[in-house]
């Protein structure tokens, strides 16, 4: 993590013209709230234009960098926060949930997601060679960190692209590789590191996490789980805790209400029906989950949602 001094410590003049300049280009590509997809595939564009409570996500291995504005990413009982000074990345898929925290129509929050293809990544590893990463117990698979020059400089030259569609598809993959790699190299790349090396424990709990994100409906054996990625049954629960900040049953939770609750929005599914779509036989333990996670039963949380739209 950066120090508690260097986490308040301004960009320096050149960072700043990179950060207005990356603000630019967003502000540019993007017109009301919103994630916009690019003709990068790994490179999102991110938009608010007012403050937003928590919202719940499944978010997939990224980067994300703000160019104004802050953000606040809640795991668990765990809160994340950071800003144009700093980092956030998530080296596994995990269901969080996220708060915009200053944003105006006149001064909007405007932020790039890059997308880690955990497969690009342990090439990249294997590419390198020994990178003299260090060894570190298993640790949260997300994490903030103070932004540098050269990671900056690449997220920039990268968001470039858009302007000049012609090159995107023989500079975007190199530089890609180059933001995979300053992340590796970076002080908390052993993070990333763990979870791409091959046979390593902590893949194997990603591969555990992406079995549950494909079979969150199905009823969950942790033998069973333990057996698919070749670990005890104690080490999955405590290397699973120490990456998600939840055990794998508490992890299913997360993602089956999550669902069940695009269901009833997107789709227009009764609370019922919808819970029944994501693994709940039981009408009344679907509402009291769905309370604890969203503060309301399903049809009061609806209405809430739909009075702020």
């Given amino acids: 993590m950066p120090s508690p001094e260097s986490k308040f410590i301004p960009l320096d003049a050149e960072m700043e013209k990179q950060r207005a300049e990356l603000a630019s280009i967003v502000h540019r590509h993007t017109w009301e709230d919103g994630s916009y997809g690019t003709a990068i595939t790994s490179l999102y564009l991110n938009r608010h234009n007012a403050p937003r409570d928590f919202m719940p996500v499944l978010v997939e291995p990224a980067l994300c960098i703000l160019a104004s504005g802050s953000k606040e990413v809640r795991l668990a009982d765990e809160i994340f926060a950071?800003?144009?000074?700093?980092?956030?990345?998530?080296?596994?898929?995990?269901?969080?949930?996220?708060?915009?925290?200053?944003?105006?129509?006149?001064?909007?929050n405007l932020s790039v997601r890059i997308n880690i293809d955990p497969a690009q990544l342990t090439a990249l590893i294997a590419e390198a060679g020994p990178m003299g990463v260090p060894s570190r117990p298993t640790s949260r698979g997300m994490y903030v960190d103070r932004i540098d020059h050269a990671l900056l400089d690449a997220v920039l030259r990268l968001t470039r692209l858009l302007d000049t569609p012609k090159d995107i598809a023989m500079l975007a993959p190199l530089i890609n590789r180059e933001i995979l790699y300053?992340?590796?190299?970076?002080?908390?790349?052993?993070?990333?590191?763990?979870?791409?090396?091959?046979?390593?424990?902590?893949?194997?709990?990603?591969?555990?996490?992406t079995w549950l994100n494909g079979n969150y409906e199905q009823p969950l054996r942790i033998d069973d789980l333990a057996k698919e990625v070749n670990l005890s049954v104690s080490t999955l629960h405590h290397r699973f805790k120490a990456i998600?900040?939840?055990?794998?049953?508490?992890?299913?939770?997360?993602?089956?209400l999550q669902e069940a609750r695009r269901l009833m929005i997107a789709e227009g599914l009764e609370a019922s029906a919808a819970g029944y779509r994501v693994g709940y036989e039981s009408p009344s333990q679907f509402s009291r989950e769905y309370s604890r996670l969203f503060g309301a039963p399903p049809l009061r949380d609806l209405a809430r949602l739909r009075q702020s739209i």
């Fill in 244 to 256: 998600t900040a939840m055990s794998p049953l508490q992890y299913q939770k997360q993602l089956r």
């Fill in 82 to 108: 950071y800003d144009p000074l700093n980092y956030l990345v998530f080296s596994v898929a995990m269901p969080v949930a996220g708060r915009i925290i200053d944003a105006t129509a006149e001064d909007p």
């Fill in 182 to 209: 300053r992340l590796l190299r970076g002080p908390q790349g052993y993070r990333l590191y763990e979870i791409a090396v091959a046979n390593s424990q902590s893949h194997r709990v990603s591969q555990a996490i």
